[in-house]
Each structure stands twice: as C-alpha cells, then as structure tokens.
C-alpha cells in the first residue's frame, strides 16, 4: 500500500482513509505492507495516530525530500524538482524499497492512492516492473481544468495520470462524479475496472471520543457555535462570501454577535480569515483555534451547536472528507456547495442539512438567518444512525476488499475465500 499522507504526518484527512484500510483489511483476508515516505518530507509530525497502526503491520518508510524545504537555496529551487509534486524525490527512495517488500514478503497485489501524484508514479514504475495487478486510488481528481495552474506542472500530472490508465487493473474513486469523469475521460478502460469507494469515518475512535465527551455541555453556553473543523482554502473554500453575508446580516441586527460563534478549527490560512474578519467587522463573533490530536477535534464536532461545511462548484466531483465525520455526529449541516454536486447529493441521500452556495453572499444572507432559526427551534434534520452505519470505514474496508479481490482474481492471484456480500457500487 503505496500513501505519502501517514502517521506521524498531521495535517490531512487523507491519513484517515489509509490507516482504517490497513487496521481492517486482515478482517477481509488481505495483509497490507505499507510503502511510505520518511517523516523528515512531513511538513508536520505528530504522535497522535501512531498508535492507531497496528502493531503487527510492516511500515516501511523509505528515503524522501520535500524539495522547498531541502532542495531550495534562499526559498528557491529548480522547478523540475518539483513535478509532479514536491515529493519526487520519493520516487528515488520508494521503487528500489517497494521491490525488497514484493520479493521478500511474496506481495500479491499493489495499491496506492493520490493526492500526492509521486505515489501513483512509484505504483506505476512497480507494476511495471514486477507484472503485479495494481490498483489506484482517486481521494481526487488530477489533471483538472485550471488546476494545476502553472502548464508544466499540468502536464507532468497528465503524464502520471495516462500511466495509471495505461498500466492499472483497477481504479477507485470516492465519488461517483469523479468516476464518471474519468469514464469519459478515458473510456477505454471499461466500467468493470472502475469502482467508488467512499470516504467514511472510524466507529471506533468515535465511540471513544463519545464514551468521553459530554454532548449536553455546548462549547459556548447561551451562544450558538457553528464549527468549521479543518483547513479553508483561499479558492475551493473561500470563506469570504461568508464572512460578508455574516457583516451584513450583524449591521442589520439579523444576527446578535454576543450569541453567535463561527468558529474555525485547524483552517491553517488564519490569516486571510483574520483579514476578511476586519474587513467585515465580524471579528466579534468569529474564533481561529489551533489544530488539537484528532479525538478532541471529534469531541468538539459532537459538543458544537451546527456544523459547516465549505466547498466550490469547481469542486462539484469531490466531497470533503470531514463531512461523513459530520454526519456520524448527528449535528445539523450548513453546507455551502453547489446545490448540483456531490457534495450536496450525499447531503440529499442521508436526508441531512441545509445547502446554498458557497460562492453566493446573497444566497447564504438568506440561508444562515433560517439556518439558525431551525437550530433554535430543533426543525433541522439530521442524519438517521443506522443509515450512516453504512459509511463506517470498516464497511469501507470490506468494499475495497471486494476491489483487490476483484483485481487480483483477474490477474490469476490467489485470492482470499469470497465474501458474501454485494460488491461496491459502480458509477
């Protein structure tokens, strides 16, 4: 299993999905040894989830830079040494490790998973070589229109994604947007090697966070806090279409500061909220907290009054992460997204949350005053249990499963006895 994003690295949901994937696959008969990068191409560490890695697994953590850290003299450094991604250099340290674990550990089948494009080209380059069946993982897409943004860059990440067209036996997304594009993007490859597989949430630490937390204690008693948990991006989360209907609907008397918190956990850009904060003089009721270890940051989505959720139209095949978190929580959901995309269909499916879009202050004016007097009134839906169930990443787990066993049965590797349940939904 080929991830950059893994314990000690903090900072990204992608861990998430890659840890549980590794704790329950045994469950399903697979073994995974994990091919990740060494700690020092991290841009932040912490011992949080290390424990979370099971103790029999093998963590193989092979030689890698982060080329603005490492490669760059006065925070400049040849472009080259940068595409796909800042972690090429992985690429150097990750082929020559992956085939000391095939050859000596009789590996079956190869997995790797992107946003970091160095990793589909180390699962490439290994397929390649040793004739293995592989499987690649979409948590989004690559090649996307005006993203990269400089052209170099986005034809280095055109080049990687061709080969994991060319090469893989199959591929999995965790949307049924994204699939469907690359369906038509590369319709060659057929929809029995296309799968989704979603993102999700893990019961187990959940159960720990609650079995800890008292959900009766609000954050703020007497106000209403609204909790944005993890990172806003200047463009795909641009928060200041909120913030702007936020200063109007304060100057307006719509909304009183002294009983409203907007509150951001771990958004990394402080600064630009700080700024657009002033800008529309809401920094009354607006907070910017630090990142906290990932059981606090659950307990505290379980404590808040509503969750919020930021996501643009340009972002219409991808869902955040944090959402299924969201929806384990059994809180209400503003969710500011494109009321057409996927975001908002699995908003729809789970019968969950409130939806306007992200890039519109007039509509979200409108939207947050309605929002908040559901919320004081207990009108607002929220996720059915048993349904989210379904979203649980042991349920996640036993799809990917049906993947590999899928994909190696093909490729004639012994596979593990077969499951009885049905097969993950196809696009």
Same mark, same amino acid.
């Given at each position: 299993?080929?991830?950059?994003?893994?314990?000690?690295?903090?900072?990204?949901?992608?861990?998430?999905?890659?840890?549980?994937?590794?704790?329950?696959?045994?469950?399903?008969?697979?073994?995974?040894?994990?091919?990740?990068?060494?700690?020092?191409?991290? +841009?932040? %560490?912490?011992?949080?989830?290390?424990?979370?890695? #099971?103790?029999?697994?093998?963590?193989?953590?092979?030689?890698? =830079?982060?080329?603005?850290?490492?490669?760059?003299?006065?925070?400049?450094? #040849?472009?080259?040494?940068?595409?796909?991604? $800042?972690?090429?250099?992985?690429?150097?340290?990750?082929?020559?490790? /992956?085939?000391? =674990?095939?050859?000596?550990?009789?590996?079956?089948?190869?997995?790797?998973?992107?946003?970091?494009?160095?990793?589909?080209?180390?699962?490439?380059?290994?397929?390649?070589?040793?004739?293995?069946?592989?499987?690649?993982?979409?948590?989004?897409?690559?090649?996307?229109? @005006?993203?990269?943004?400089?052209?170099?860059?986005?034809?280095?990440?055109?080049?990687?994604?061709?080969? %994991?067209?060319?090469? @893989?036996?199959?591929?999995?997304?965790?949307? #049924? @947007?994204?699939?469907?594009?690359?369906?038509?993007?590369?319709?060659?490859? /057929?929809?029995?090697?296309?799968?989704?597989?979603?993102?999700?949430?893990? +019961? +187990?630490?959940?159960?720990?966070?609650?079995?800890?937390?008292?959900?009766?204690?609000?954050?703020?008693?007497?106000?209403?806090?609204?909790?944005?948990?993890?990172?806003?991006?200047?463009?795909?989360?641009?928060?200041?279409?909120?913030?702007?209907?936020?200063?109007?609907?304060?100057?307006?008397?719509?909304?009183?500061?002294?009983?409203?918190?907007?509150?951001?956990?771990?958004?990394?850009?402080?600064? &630009?909220?700080?700024?657009?904060?002033?800008?529309?003089?809401? +920094?009354?009721?607006?907070?910017?907290?630090?990142?906290?270890?990932?059981?606090?940051? !659950?307990?505290?989505?379980?404590?808040?009054?509503?969750?919020?959720?930021?996501?643009?139209?340009?972002?219409?095949?991808?869902?955040?992460?944090? &959402?299924?978190?969201?929806?384990?929580?059994?809180? #209400?959901?503003?969710?500011?997204?494109?009321?057409?995309?996927?975001?908002?269909?699995?908003?729809? $499916?789970?019968?969950?949350?409130?939806?306007?879009?992200?890039?519109?202050?007039?509509?979200?004016?409108?939207?947050?005053?309605?929002?908040?007097?559901?919320?004081?009134?207990?009108?607002?839906?929220?996720?059915?249990? @048993?349904? %989210?169930?379904?979203?649980?990443?042991?349920?996640?787990?036993?799809? !990917?499963?049906?993947?590999?066993?899928?994909?190696?049965?093909?490729? /004639?590797?012994?596979?593990?006895?077969?499951?009885?349940?049905?097969?993950?939904?196809?696009?």
């Amino acid at each position: 299993m080929i991830a950059f994003h893994f314990p000690p690295l903090t900072g990204s949901s992608g861990i998430h999905r890659t840890l549980n994937f590794v704790r329950h696959l045994p469950t399903f008969g697979w073994s995974p040894l994990v091919l990740t990068a060494h700690p020092r191409a991290y +841009e932040a %560490v912490s011992d949080d989830q290390l424990a979370a890695v #099971p103790p029999h697994t093998l963590v193989e953590r092979a030689f890698a =830079l982060n080329t603005a850290r490492h490669l760059s003299l006065w925070r400049r450094y #040849p472009a080259f040494l940068a595409r796909p991604d $800042r972690w090429v250099s992985w690429w150097l340290g990750a082929v020559p490790a /992956g085939l000391r =674990l095939i050859r000596r550990h009789g590996v079956d089948l190869i997995w790797s998973t992107y946003p970091i494009a160095t990793a589909h080209l180390i699962g490439a380059t290994l397929a390649k070589l040793t004739g293995l069946p592989w499987v690649a993982d979409f948590r989004d897409p690559m090649a996307q229109d @005006g993203y990269p943004s400089d052209p170099k860059t986005w034809q280095s990440f055109k080049r990687v994604e061709e080969r %994991v067209f060319d090469r @893989g036996s199959a591929f999995v997304f965790v949307t #049924p @947007g994204a699939a469907r594009m690359y369906q038509q993007r590369y319709p060659g490859i /057929g929809a029995s090697r296309v799968f989704v597989v979603e993102n999700g949430y893990d +019961e +187990e630490t959940f159960a720990a966070a609650e079995a800890a937390t008292d959900r009766t204690q609000p954050l703020h008693p007497g106000m209403t806090t609204l909790l944005h948990s993890g990172v806003v991006y200047p463009s795909e989360r641009n928060p200041e279409p909120l913030l702007a209907a936020l200063g109007e609907l304060v100057a307006a008397g719509r909304i009183d500061p002294r009983r409203f918190r907007l509150r951001f956990r771990a958004a990394v850009h402080e600064a &630009l909220l700080r700024r657009l904060a002033a800008k529309y003089s809401v +920094e009354s009721c607006v907070e910017l907290l630090p990142p906290v270890p990932y059981r606090e940051a !659950l307990a505290e989505m379980l404590r808040a009054d509503a969750l919020l959720i930021l996501q643009s139209r340009d972002c219409n095949e991808q869902i955040p992460a944090k &959402l299924y978190e969201y929806l384990r929580c059994a809180k #209400p959901v503003l969710a500011l997204t494109d009321p057409e995309g996927d975001t908002a269909n699995l908003l729809r $499916r789970y019968h969950a949350g409130r939806v306007a879009p992200m890039e519109s202050k007039e509509e979200i004016a409108r939207a947050l005053p309605q929002f908040l007097a559901g919320l004081a009134q207990g009108t607002l839906p929220v996720a059915d249990a @048993g349904e %989210v169930k379904s979203a649980s990443r042991f349920e996640r787990t036993r799809e !990917l499963a049906r993947v590999l066993d899928e994909a190696a049965s093909t490729a /004639g590797v012994r596979v593990p006895a077969a499951q009885q349940e049905p097969p993950p939904r196809r696009p």
